[in-house]
């Protein structure tokens, strides 16, 4: 891996299976089923949800890397030289390869991901990229308590949580995340922040559930996951995704329906599902600026700036840590 030291502080494969099964087991035998959204970005599901944000229905992620180019000069200028970026789930580079290109002589780049082969990728890719760029990748699960090793500069520590990931957690959830990056990154530290804002039903659930089906394979892949690494066996074709805006809640919600009564079989438990029960698999809130502000508020962070695009799809936030 050229240009980067991989940190590792998290489980191994074999780690990462059983805390699957954990979760698998306690959501599946709730009387509610659910599944944790991060378990959708296993290697295949990674892969997917990049075809996902190629689709036209899926303005997010265009829409972001949009505000990201456009206010470029205003970012780098807020943000000031010297800066170390550290992304929380770095997805495929792009968006680092974004920030970092344009940021004044950044000191270094620090990926923090739980799957350690998307670190390698992320790593080499960014090494190649942006040339010059310390990369020092950390294997860890963003969403508990971590520390930052010590060779990571601690002056000037821009964390970095594009996509609308907040949008993943639950607000009480989403509090504790960002105090949590507060605590990784130190004191005068800031974040930027994407977001995505609250818009009508029709674009959002075609956005969620898109005409290719691409959406759909990203969620059974779930039910795929589980059958591979758990050897269950989930008859995948008799479930059908759905996507759903609660508008009481200002979330997208989506699930995993059961097309008939059927059962299925998970580390030696028997899973019943009666026809039309579903497993709930993700939620994706969207916010109101105000609302966005105050959950910063409460979680340590100052809103420095926002930008978002003409249509106010999406919005781009600069925080400073109180």
């Not at 990674?46 to 206010?71: N, S």
């Not at 990154?185 to 959002?204: F, T």
């Amino acid at each position: 891996m050229s240009g980067a030291r991989l940190e590792r502080a998290s489980p191994a494969p074999a780690g990462q299976r059983a805390a699957l099964r954990a979760d698998a087991l306690a959501g599946l035998t709730a009387p509610r089923k659910t599944l944790p959204c991060k378990w959708l970005y296993d290697t295949e599901g990674a892969r997917l949800f990049e075809a996902i944000t190629r689709q036209p229905e899926y303005y997010p992620t265009r829409t972001e890397v949009g505000i990201l180019r456009e206010q470029a000069p205003a970012i780098a200028a807020a943000v000031g030289p010297g800066a170390t970026a550290v992304e929380f789930g770095p997805g495929d580079g792009g968006k680092a390869v974004l920030l970092l290109s344009r940021l004044q002589a950044p000191a270094a780049y620090v990926p923090v991901e739980i799957a350690p082969e998307w670190l390698d990728a992320v790593a080499s890719r960014v090494s190649e990229e942006v040339p010059g760029v310390p990369v020092l990748p950390v294997v860890a699960d963003f969403a508990r308590a971590f520390g930052l090793p010590s060779g990571v500069p601690r002056e000037r520590r821009l964390g970095f949580f594009p996509g609308s990931t907040i949008g993943n957690f639950e607000p009480t959830e989403a509090a504790d995340l960002l105090r949590r990056f507060r605590a990784a990154l130190g004191p005068g530290a800031r974040l930027l922040l994407g977001a995505d804002l609250v818009k009508g039903r029709a674009m959002l659930e075609a956005a969620y559930d898109d005409a290719a089906g691409v959406t759909a394979a990203f969620n059974l892949n779930l039910l795929h996951r589980l059958n591979r690494e758990l050897e269950a066996d989930f008859d995948v074709p008799a479930f059908r995704h759905r996507a759903v805006w609660n508008a009481e809640e200002e979330r997208v919600e989506m699930y995993l329906e059961s097309l008939r009564a059927q059962r299925a079989r998970l580390a030696g438990r028997e899973i019943r599902f009666a026809a039309g029960e579903t497993i709930h698999t993700e939620n994706s809130h969207k916010y109101r600026p105000e609302r966005l502000e105050a959950l910063a508020d409460a979680a340590g962070w100052r809103a420095r700036a926002m930008w978002t695009d003409q249509g106010r799809l999406f919005s781009v936030w600069l925080l400073d840590a109180r």
